[in-house]
């Protein structure tokens, strides 16, 4: 649809921050209104000036993107970095579980290589010979 306000000349352009902009359904087509009149700049342009609207439209680029894909792919790439999140926290859980494990076992199991069968059989007094009080002297 091309502007009609681009080929005449004597136009009085309004700048507006676009929360300003006020569109009712019982307007007409590319008829908009102003919430606060007072955040709203004109600039009066008397004439056409053809160098400006031509460097304008040698750097235009018209863009029509595919927005419904866009968007899965940013979800997919969210939902993505979601489950890498998820296996990395539920692999550092499983982590610290084995550790766990380890010092509960530990702590069960912490005296039983003090006394094996080899050092119980040292130990005890009726194995010994009946010489054995001749160390201690």
């Given amino acids: 649809m091309p502007f009609k306000g681009n080929k005449k000349d004597n136009v009085a352009i309004i700048y507006t921050p676009w929360p300003n902009l006020l569109k009712n359904a019982s307007m007409a087509t590319g008829q908009v209104s102003f919430h606060d009149p007072k955040l709203t700049k004109k600039i009066h342009v008397p004439a ?3 160098a400006i609207v031509n460097r304008l439209n040698k ?3 018209e863009k029509y993107p595919d927005l419904q894909a866009e968007r899965e792919e940013s979800l997919r790439l969210k ?4 489950r890498k999140i998820r296996e990395e926290k539920k692999a550092q859980e499983k982590i610290e579980k084995q550790e766990r494990e380890q010092l ?8 039983d290589t003090m006394m094996t069968e080899d050092q119980i059989a040292m130990s005890s007094n009726a194995d010994r010979d009946s010489n054995f009080e001749d160390d201690f002297m």
């Fill in 48 to 50: 056409r000036q053809n």
């Fill in 104 to 111: 509960r076992y530990q702590k069960e199991h912490a005296y």
């Fill in 59 to 61: 750097t235009k680029v």
């Fill in 79 to 82: 939902r993505q970095a979601e």
